[in-house]
Every structure is written in structure tokens, then in C-alpha cells.
């Protein structure tokens, strides 16, 4: 299997790739065995003062590049990626556990993403103010300078390339910290970026022990931004270290979707949509439809709807052909996954489907509907971040939408109602960055990713990616 892997994990600082010679390393598994399929170098302190030298200086040389240019290296960027595809997929697959067939379509949506930005880069405007003659005011847009990164291991390509895209469209230069479980996939996209052409010291790839490189490279004033994606605990420490220097920041934190079904949807296709959703990379998504709320006439068909489909999804390695679902990313899931469903079960919550890991190798979670759950529960509240469906019954719009604001998390909702007049009222009162609408899709290459609330801040995608590393600068003339 270790051959099969086919991924070179390291750290690339200064244009140069550095493997575990003389530095500590961290093991990466095989979710769906639990082998140990490489070892990735963790970055030493002599490492990450290397890479914050060579980010300033790429920094430098990159935004004097004319933006055609740039765009034109992108461009270049995301052809690589859609040539290495089926290379990139199966090592995401092998490292992470989602079906193969899902890590294709992540590795083009990427290469969809970076070439929106190169666009973009191409698309930066100030602008000139009136004034009275002999006199000129102009706005600026430049970019903010070098940003540290950090992305989670559930996307190992579209949460990479979330980092790197935008912040090299807008001119800016980065260090990248991808998930130390998923690294393969991180290096080959860097890989990308390198051979399409982006100088060495603009783009740097760190691994180590997340909290001792955040410190680091926070703490430095060269790093001018903090770009996260991950839970909220993580993300409102790195605000603190980030506060220290008011550093500009985009942070893409933890979810807890809910999803309103109304008794006048199109119920076959709510739950075919919704099934194909909820358990998608098992329900390891932060945008996942978590919280069902279901309106009470269809509440007993919804409910054995679901579950019937649940049951039939076929659990694998993520390499079988026929595989609907792999495993869970790690052990830590699995074990919070179990914990989750029995507090649940305790309170009175009832198991329509799955429930258990079963006795197989690997990190394995059969997908789990629970109905009529108390708001008691955990996963009422904690973000299950697994194959959970939590179901529970509601009467009216008023009472659907008090329910979806309840939580401080205000990623993502989903709505599924063919009234017109309800679904504005929906789209105007429900507390979510991204709302959905008789629809599950929610992420696009020229449309914002984000969140409110505790969700995060700042935006991920769309011009306003792009935008969210530029500063205004006002120049006025006499």
C-alpha cells in the first residue's frame, strides 16, 4: 500500500524540498487500515525562520510581477492540476479515506477555483476621486503582504488551494501549513504551483506541531495575515496570537447546519439530495446538513425516507468502484462519533440507522440517523462532524427558524420548500453565510465562502477571496 501512495511529503522552504533528515516526523495512516503509509517532516525552528525570511523576500518579487503575468502562472497552476488529477486524487483518498470518485471532482473544482482567480488577479481596481482642478485623490488596492495559512485535513486539495489561490492572485506571498494527516496531497498541489511557475520564496509548505508553528510564525512581523480553516476552538486562538499585531485575518471555522423541510417540498427528491449530501467524505464537511428539521405531517415519511437510504450506502475503502462512503479521517473521529451517539441514545433519542463502528479494520462509521433527539443531546449543539443525521420534528415557520438561529455557528442552512413568499422569509431570517434552497449546493468558484456568527470571518472564494488580501491605500496629490 505504501507504494501505492506515490506522495513525497515535505517541506518546501526557499524554493528548495526538505524531507526528515535530522528532524522530528509525524506518521501518516491509512484511515481505511490504519497502515502507515509515509512519514512527514516536522518543521524545526531554524525551518520556520527560513521560511518567513524567504516569504519576504518572494513577497517582494512577486507583487512587482504585472498582474498578467500572475495570472497567467495560475492559469498554468490549474492545468497542472487537471493533468495530475487522477495522481492527486488517489493519494487524497489513501491519506484522508473519501470515495475516489469524490476526490476527483474536489481536484477539479480546485483547478476551477484557481483559474476564477486568475481572473481576479487581473481584475484589481482602484479608482480616482473628483476634486476641484489640479488636484488628484486616487484609491489603491495593493496586497497585504506575506500571509501565514493553516488548513484542515477534511479537503486536502480545495483547502490547499483556498490558501494559496487567492493570496498569489492578489500578489501577496504565503507560508502554508497544511493537516500533518493529510500532507501528500498538500505537497502535490504545491508541486503544481512550483512547476507552473511561481518563484521559490513565494510560496512556502511547513509541517510540524501545529500550535509551535502558529506561535512562530504569528508572532513574526513579516506574517501580515491569518488565513484558518478549522474548528472554532483552534480558530479563536489563533485570533488571540493573531491580535498581537493586529493582523489582518479570514477564518473559516466549525458548523452545524441545519435544514428546514417543509411539508410542501418535493419529498423523494429533498431526500435524495440530502442523503447524497449529509454523508458525503462522512459527513467530515463543514457546510454538512447536520440538524433536520422536519415539519410534523411529514415527519414519519421524511424520518423512514432517510433512513432507508442510509442504510443502503455502501461503506468502503474509499479505492472500491462501488464505494458510496469511506472511513472516518481518523481514529479520534471515530471514537467522538460513538461518544456522540450514545449520549443521544441515553437522553431518548431513537436509531433509525447505523449507530456503530462495526468490528472491521480502520476507521469505519456505519451512517447514523437518530430521530426525535433532545436538544439536551451534545450533538444538539457540538458540531458531530461525521455521519450523523439528527432529526427532530417542528410545527411552524417561526418555531423552524428560532431553531436553526439557536446555536452561535451561522455557517450554512439548508431550506426545502416550494412556497415562494416562505422561502424569502427564510433567506432573510435565518442567521447563515450561505443558505441553500430546494438545493444542496452551496460552493462555487465565484460566489463568497463564509460565515457568521462564530462561523468565522472574512470570505473564502469569489472576489471577495481575492479581496480579503488587499489593503486600501488613498493617495491625494496637489
Known amino acids: 500500500m505504501r507504494d501505492e501512495y506515490a506522495a513525497r511529503p515535505g517541506l518546501y522552504v526557499g524554493g528548495r524540498w526538505l524531507d526528515g533528515e535530522g528532524r522530528d516526523t509525524h506518521e501518516v495512516l491509512n484511515p481505511a487500515t490504519g497502515e502507515v503509509l ?41 492545468a497542472l492540476i487537471r493533468e495530475r488529477q487522477e495522481h492527486i486524487a488517489r493519494i487524497a483518498t489513501l491519506e484522508q479515506g473519501k470515495p ?42 495593493q496586497p497585504v503582504g506575506p500571509v501565514a495559512a493553516f488548513c484542515a485535513w477534511n479537503f486536502p486539495i480545495t483547502n490547499v488551494v483556498r490558501k494559496i489561490s487567492p493570496a498569489l492572485a492578489a500578489g501577496c506571498s504565503i507560508i502554508l501549513k497544511p493537516s500533518e494527516e493529510a500532507p501528500g496531497s498538500a505537497a502535490e498541489v504545491v508541486r503544481c504551483f512550483q512547476d507552473a511557475g511561481v518563484p521559490g520564496d513565494a510560496l512556502q509548505c511547513v509541517f510540524g506541531v501545529p500550535d509551535q508553528v502558529s506561535r512562530h510564525l504569528l508572532a513574526s512581523p513579516i506574517t501580515r495575515k491569518l488565513s484558518f480553516t478549522g474548528s472554532t476552538v483552534v480558530g479563536k486562538h489563533l485570533l488571540k496570537l493573531a491580535s498581537d499585531t493586529v493582523m489582518r485575518s479570514t477564518m473559516e471555522l466549525g458548523g452545524h447546519a441545519p435544514v428546514l423541510v417543509f411539508e410542501d417540498c418535493d419529498l423523494e427528491r429533498t431526500l435524495d439530495q440530502l442523503t447524497a449530501h449529509k454523508f458525503r467524505n462522512a459527513g467530515q464537511v463543514c457546510i454538512s446538513p447536520t440538524r433536520f428539521h422536519v415539519q410534523t405531517s411529514i415527519y414519519d415519511r421524511f424520518a423512514k425516507g432517510l433512513a432507508e437510504r442510509a442504510a443502503r450506502i455502501r461503506v468502503d475503502d474509499g479505492l472500491g468502484a462501488a464505494t458510496q462512503m469511506g472511513p472516518l479521517a481518523n481514529v479520534r473521529r471515530q471514537e467522538a462519533m ?17 449507530g456503530q463502528s462495526g468490528d472491521r479494520q480502520g476507521f469505519f462509521f456505519a451512517p447514523t440517523i437518530l430521530s426525535d433527539v433532545p436538544l439536551e443531546a451534545r450533538a444538539m449543539t457540538e458540531e458531530p462532524f461525521g455521519p450523523l443525521a439528527l432529526l427532530r420534528p417542528f ?34 431570517a ?14 462555487w468558484p465565484d460566489s463568497p465562502f463564509a460565515g457568521m456568527k462564530e462561523s468565522g470571518q472574512g470570505s473564502e472564494d469569489g472576489p471577495e477571496g481575492v479581496a480579503a488580501h488587499l489593503v486600501s491605500k488613498s493617495v491625494h496629490a496637489a
Not at 430 to 443: C, D, H, T, Y
Open 395 to 428: 410545527e411552524t415557520t417561526e418555531e423552524a427558524i428560532e431553531e436553526a438561529n439557536r446555536l452561535a455557528a451561522g455557517l450554512a442552512a439548508y431550506c426545502f420548500t416550494e412556497n415562494g413568499r416562505r422561502q424569502n422569509i427564510l433567506a432573510d
Open 338 to 354: 460513538a461518544a456522540l451517539v450514545e449520549d443521544a441514545q441515553r437522553l431518548g433519542a431513537k436509531t433509525l440507522a447505523g
Open 38 to 78: 509515509a512519514h512527514v517532516p516536522s518543521a524545526t525552528t531554524g525551518d520556520l525562520d527560513s521560511a518567513l525570511e524567504a516569504t519576504q523576500r518572494g513577497f517582494l518579487e512577486w507583487r512587482a510581477m504585472p498582474a498578467a503575468t500572475r495570472a497567467g502562472i495560475l492559469r498554468k497552476a490549474a
Open 100 to 141: 475516489l470518485a469524490e476526490a476527483r471532482i474536489e481536484a477539479n473544482f480546485a483547478a476551477s477555483l484557481i483559474e476564477f482567480h486568475a481572473g481576479e488577479a487581473e481584475r484589481i481596481y482602484g479608482r480616482v476621486l473628483p476634486r476641484p482642478a489640479g488636484m488628484r485623490s486616487l484609491v489603491l488596492q
Open 430 to 443: 435565518i442567521e447563515a453565510g450561505m443558505i441553500a434552497i430546494n438545493s444542496v449546493q452551496l460552493g
